[in-house]
């Protein structure tokens, strides 16, 4: 019963802001490394940023490094994405995932590396 769902994803005009929100149930997320994909169309899921267990480690496409920010509030069971100065590039659903590994790194974009996902929330930066 181990579930993910994203939330927080719409339709904004560049420069402007958004925080996604990751809503984990069925498993302890302290023992999870967890990550943010997205995926535009016609293009491969790309990872977007990934942090450790504890939250100790975050790394960071380069595409996104310094407008985006991932965090996670374990007794809330929630992984959170804020996303600011947001770009037209930025435009794709963008995925939850989960790793049941309790370890001080984690992999930027390695699909395989996680185990559980989420349904995905569409992000669209347009004017």
């Known amino acids: 019963q181990s579930q993910l769902v994203e939330s927080g994803g719409g339709l904004v005009q560049p420069g402007e802001s958004l925080r996604l929100s990751c809503a984990t149930s069925g498993f302890s997320l302290d023992y999870f490394a967890m990550a943010w994909f997205r995926q535009a169309p016609g293009k491969e899921r790309e990872g977007v940023s990934c942090i450790t267990n504890t939250g100790g480690i975050t790394n960071y496409a380069d595409s996104v490094k310094g407008r985006f920010t991932i965090s996670r509030d374990n007794a809330k069971n929630t992984v959170y994405l804020q996303m600011n100065s947001l770009k037209p590039e930025d435009t794709a659903v963008y995925y939850c995932?989960?790793?049941?590994?309790?370890?001080?790194?984690?992999?930027?974009?390695?699909?395989?590396?996680?185990?559980?996902w989420g349904q995905g929330t569409q992000v669209t930066v347009s004017s």
């Open positions: 995932a989960g790793a049941a590994k309790a370890v001080n790194y984690c992999p930027v974009g390695n699909v395989k590396w996680y185990d559980y």
